[in-house]
Nanobody, 123 residues
């Protein structure tokens, strides 16, 4: 069974950093594009950042300059490095993947999803 497994969430103070990791497990297909979305209570799921296997990246304006998304050499893992975290970044973060080599901000275009990991920014 194909799964995306996330790790790295937690509690951090404003201005701090966290590193989220997402790895494909099982008989994982080719993840040409992997992306991160987040969902805060009472809000819709929103795009955060994504990166293709060919290193094309896209970021939401709210995280540009603070977050960095990278892929490992095996291209079945995505890392989201989050710096200068703000209270507004508090949400459940989800990893998503698809077999098409374009970054999309529409969650409906992604075939595979992780279970989500909680990120809480609080003083």
């Amino acid at each position: 069974q194909v799964q995306l497994v996330e790790s790295g969430g937690g509690l951090v103070q404003p201005g701090g950093s966290l590193r989220l990791s997402c790895a494909g497990s099982g008989r994982a297909p080719t993840y040409y594009t992997m992306a991160w979305f987040r969902q805060a209570p009472g809000k819709d799921r929103e795009f955060v950042a994504g990166r293709t296997w060919g290193a094309i990246a896209d970021y939401a304006d709210s995280v540009k300059g603070r977050f960095t998304v990278s892929r490992d050499n095996a291209w079945k893992t995505a890392i989201l490095q989050m710096n200068s975290l703000q209270i507004a970044d508090t949400a459940v973060y989800y990893c998503a993947a698809k077999g098409v080599r374009t970054v999309s901000r529409d969650p409906n275009e992604y075939n595979f999803w992780g279970q989500g990991t909680q990120v809480t920014v609080s003083s």
